[in-house]
Nanobody, 126 residues
């Protein structure tokens, strides 16, 4: 059974930074694709960033390009999301997601992921 556990959320002022982590367990993740999604109150869940574990290929939503960086730590089965220059509109619950990369054709599509973490709250004050 795959388990994903996020951490690193919190309250930060606009312009600040946070680093989210997603620890994955239960499988060998070298053949997985990982994604970060977020959901703000009253809004649909949206794609933020993704990474293909095998070769490190990355994907970003236009709204976070140049500000967020996704990375993986193979030894610790952990995916990080470094979030810089945070804005109030980045406020949301952030979720980590995973799926075997052979089945993941569209990293931006939340419905292609079959494993999800419980989420971590990020609040950016103005």
């Amino acid at each position: 059974q795959v388990q994903l556990v996020e951490s690193g959320g919190g309250l930060v002022q606009a312009g600040g930074s946070l680093r989210l982590s997603c620890v994955a367990s239960g499988r060998t993740f070298s053949s997985y694709g990982m994604g970060w999604f977020r959901q703000a109150p009253g809004k649909e869940r949206e794609f933020v960033s993704g990474i293909r574990w095998s070769d490190g290929r990355t994907y970003y939503a236009d709204s976070v390009k140049g500000r967020f960086i996704i990375s993986r730590d193979n030894a610790k089965n952990t995916v990080h999301l470094q979030m810089n220059s945070l804005k109030p509109e980045d406020t949301a619950v952030y979720y980590c997601a995973a799926r075997g990369s052979r089945y993941l054709s569209d990293y931006l599509n939340q419905y292609e992921y079959n494993y999800w973490g419980q989420g971590t709250q990020v609040t950016v004050s103005s």
